[in-house]
Each structure stands twice: as C-alpha cells, then as structure tokens.
C-alpha cells in the first residue's frame, strides 16, 4: 500500500467538501470541489483508495500543485 497525494490542477477556491476520511474511494470519485471564475472544477481521487486526511477547509484558497488530501491505495 502506498500514500498517495492529491493536488489541485488551478488555483481556486474550496467551495465543498464532498468526501470524509474513512471513505473508500473509486479512481476519478470526487473528494472536493473547487470554485475558480465561476466555474465548478471537481477535484478527484486519482486512483481506487481509503481517504485518509483531508488537508483543506471549505473557504480556504489553494494554487495549482496544493496538496489538498492523501489516499491510501
């Protein structure tokens, strides 16, 4: 098993949190949303895995490459 780290692809803002830790998760499954020039851009886990922390909070803003959760594939 291996931690892996999801990053945001743009900067933007956390509008929701979709997913909690514990939660087992499927490739390209949503973990949060991200808010950027009105648009809506999901953030996804980028393979099947546990999510085991969550490193943002709704309302915080992030840029491109922020490490935003870890998975435990």
């Known amino acids: ?12 803002n956390v509008w929701k949190i979709v997913a909690q830790p ?4 499927a490739e390209d499954e949503e973990i949060l949303i991200l808010e950027s020039m009105k648009m ?3 953030v996804a886990s980028p393979e099947d895995g546990e999510l085991i922390e969550i490193l943002v909070a709704e309302g915080d ?4 490459g922020t490490v935003v959760a870890r998975i435990k594939a």
């Open 22 to 25: 514990g939660d087992k998760l």
């Open 40 to 42: 809506e851009i999901p």
């Open 1 to 12: 098993m291996a931690i892996v780290d999801v990053k945001t692809d743009i900067t933007g």
């Open 61 to 64: 803003i992030v840029t491109e």
